[in-house]
């Protein structure tokens, strides 16, 4: 005859505790080899310089501001716009995101000091703050620029942000 006994309550917990220990330190000793196990460095590829025989135009690209509905929203529940600017060269046009933002968009009549000649400043604006973006010239390409700004009142004056760079075009293609 078969006799099977019934497992008592310490036993029971005392199984599984063991199980569960040697579960937790597996899981340790996986997480501690993931962080600290040294990892290959990638092989070295020499890279061999090309002449460039693009001449470069002395006319910088023309620059516009393209402002594209995104389907997804924000935190807040607002709608979001993509940035894009659009740069044609002399043979070629560059299109890049820059930046996809909360609100609606548009381009400003006024122009900043140190933007390029042929571009203008784009403004995206949404409850109380928003976002101004410009193209200057840097020393090897231009750059696109964005800078933080909110909405101010009689009781509060908000700090003014600087730029940063968030996207670059090359000076010629």
Do not use: H
């Amino acid at each position: 005859m078969l006799y099977y006994r019934y497992m008592t309550l310490k036993e029971f917990f005392t199984v599984r505790g063991i199980v569960f220990g040697i579960v937790i330190v597996i899981g340790i000793i996986f997480f501690a080899y993931k962080a600290y196990a040294p990892v290959s460095p990638e092989p070295v590829v020499p890279v061999t310089p090309v002449q460039d025989t693009a001449v470069l135009s002395t006319e910088p690209p023309v620059f516009a501001w393209k402002f594209e509905y995104d389907v997804t929203k924000n935190l807040d529940g607002l709608p979001q716009t993509n940035v894009i600017l659009v740069a044609t060269y002399d043979t070629e046009k560059v299109s890049k995101r820059v930046a996809t933002v909360p609100g609606g968009c548009n381009d400003l009549q006024e122009k900043e000091k140190d933007s390029v000649p042929n571009s203008t400043v784009a403004q995206c604006y949404a409850a109380g703050a928003g976002d101004r973006f410009k193209v200057v010239k840097g020393p090897d390409s231009y750059l696109v620029m964005k800078k933080v700004f909110e909405e101010g009142s009689p009781e509060y004056n908000p700090p003014v942000q600087p730029y940063e760079m968030v996207a670059e075009f090359p000076l010629a293609v």
